[in-house]
């Protein structure tokens, strides 16, 4: 079923010298529990399309259609911006508490998601005894904490290194899928897009268009760091790798 | 030899260090008092002029049989603790102000650059025109001084607060309130204690710059008094006296800021 239909998106940046244009008619469909990718080259303006759907920042034309009223959008950032000066759990019942409505269900759902991804021993302490894994899973259960009806991504990997982005991502994924969420993410990494999307939509550079969407089809689909092993990953790899503007600023 | 052995050594090598820099410090002050009471007993240096150790002792001991001693210290005290608190509060407040309406701060800005510049010294004697030739001259005074740079130095700290943190919050729909209360204000906590400390030695300077223009008691009134008497003994007392009090307050604004900074 159809969640967020967006219809000839386009965001021009005014600045005092010029208008930049970052996004031109993108149109693009996202299905419930759908793991939705979007790579391109940096600075294209991925990274706005998360922003207009969250509504941190306002569209220049087009429209965005959500199938139900009062949707709830998570949002998960590169940085994953714990609170050095709260616990995890207090980090975790942040959403909940701006939004002035902590029941006793809301804890133990947020208690329960911190134990159902081993993180139940560290409910009192704080962000600094965690390791950079552990802190990004304390952040998607921050977000999955509103109970949101979709996430969006923004490069949530890219301050890790190499080995520890490699199991993150199997957990993000993990705990996304378990958790029936449907998810639209931003990468500029090839490789971490085809392992985790359902669909990878690459963009051009700017001002961004949709140049190509790809069904990831691929036999025994598991976790992100199998994905990768998989024989059709070289080809959706090659794809996309041509698909993508090189060298051209 | 094994690492436990080694570490231990380490600690030691460390430990000793510590002990000769205190050493060190200690002996100095030493030095300079002793030196300072011989040049003066042997007539090298002339005791009329610069007081020497034992005079400031004497003089201290007969400002606290007089039962002057704790009312000056005192008086300065409570001046301090009172424009220091004020300065303070006024000065974080005003900065959340000036977050709160970046337009406001625009405008303001070349204000605030001005009278940061400007010696507020020269606004001593307006000062007491206005506010009478009293204690309020002097808080009122020890304010001026003090909560401009309070203020600046809190509002770029606002200013600077991570943008992620604050998109997160609007992520999660928080009005401005909450992102103040829940990321610009708690983020900037070490800010506003660095800040502190500025504000303690501006509020230093200007309530013994205001009691030397207009007071009848405290250590600046002391120093005032000494110099217009002659009585270099009492003026190096009042600075001496001064130097303990600062040291004091210092010591107390480190302990709280290791205390908060702790928790995290």
Redesign the interface.
């Known amino acids: 079923m159809e969640l967020l239909k967006i219809e000839e998106l386009s965001k021009n940046y005014l600045t005092k010298k010029k208008v930049i244009c970052a996004l031109k008619n993108i149109s693009l469909s996202i299905n419930e529990n759908e793991f939705i990718v979007l790579v391109g080259p940096s600075g294209a303006g991925k990274s706005t399309i998360l922003s207009i759907i969250g509504d941190l920042e306002k569209k220049s034309k087009g429209q965005i259609k959500f199938s139900k009223k009062n949707i709830k959008v998570g949002y998960m950032f590169q940085e994953d911006s714990l609170f050095p000066w709260l616990t995890v759990l207090d980090n975790c019942m942040l959403g909940l508490k701006i939004k002035n409505k902590i029941t006793k269900e809301d804890e133990k759902y947020v208690k329960m998601l911190l134990k159902k991804y081993g993180l139940s021993n560290f409910e009192k302490s704080y962000p600094k005894e965690l390791s950079g894994g552990m802190r990004q899973r304390v952040a998607l259960i921050r977000t999955l904490a509103i109970k949101p009806d979709i996430l969006l991504l923004d490069e949530p990997f890219s301050a890790l290194d190499y080995q520890t982005r490699i199991t993150v991502s199997d957990d993000v994924f993990k705990i996304i899928k378990e958790e029936k969420k449907t998810a639209l993410m931003v990468t500029h990494d090839i490789s971490e897009a085809i392992s985790m999307a359902d669909k990878v939509v690459v963009l051009s550079n700017r001002p961004a268009v949709v140049k190509n969407i790809y069904e990831i089809n691929m036999d025994n689909k598991t976790i992100p760091s199998e994905n990768r092993k998989n024989e059709k990953f070289n080809f959706y790899y090659n794809a996309i790798w041509k698909d993508l503007d090189h060298y051209e600023r | 030899m094994n690492a436990n052995n080694e570490h231990k050594k380490y600690l030691k090598k460390l430990k000793l260090r510590t002990i000769k820099v205190i050493f060190f410090q200690i002996f100095i002050l030493l030095l300079f008092i002793i030196l300072w009471q011989i040049l003066s007993d042997k007539g090298i240096i002339n005791s009329f002029l610069c007081s020497s150790p034992k005079k400031v002792v004497n003089t201290i001991i007969s400002l606290w049989k007089s039962n002057d001693l704790i009312i000056h210290i005192w008086v300065t005290l409570k001046e301090i603790l009172i424009s220091f608190s004020l300065g303070t509060i006024i000065g974080i407040l005003f900065a959340a102000f000036l977050w709160w309406f970046p337009f406001a701060s625009r405008v303001l800005d070349p204000y605030l650059t001005i009278i940061n510049s400007l010696p507020k010294v020269s606004l001593g004697p307006i000062i007491i025109i206005w506010a009478g030739a009293n204690q309020q001259s002097i808080i009122l005074m020890a304010l001026l001084i003090s909560v401009i740079s309070t203020i600046i130095s809190v509002y770029v700290g606002f200013k600077q607060t991570?943008k992620?943190?604050i998109?997160?919050?609007?992520?999660?729909?928080?009005n401005k309130f909450?992102i103040f209360t829940?990321?610009v204000f708690?983020?900037n906590?070490n800010t506003i204690i660095s800040s502190l400390k500025i504000n303690l030695s501006m509020t230093f300077v200007g309530v013994i710059m205001g009691e030397l223009l207009v007071s009848k008691q405290g250590l600046g009134y002391l120093i005032n008094y000494g110099s217009q008497v002659f009585n270099t003994s009492l003026v190096i007392t009042g600075v001496v006296l001064l130097g303990i009090l600062t040291s004091v307050l210092y010591f107390i604004i480190l302990f709280v800021e290791n205390k908060l900074k702790k928790?995290?």
């Open positions: 991570n992620t943190s998109r997160l919050l609007q992520s999660f729909k928080a909450q829940k990321v708690p983020s906590i928790e995290w």
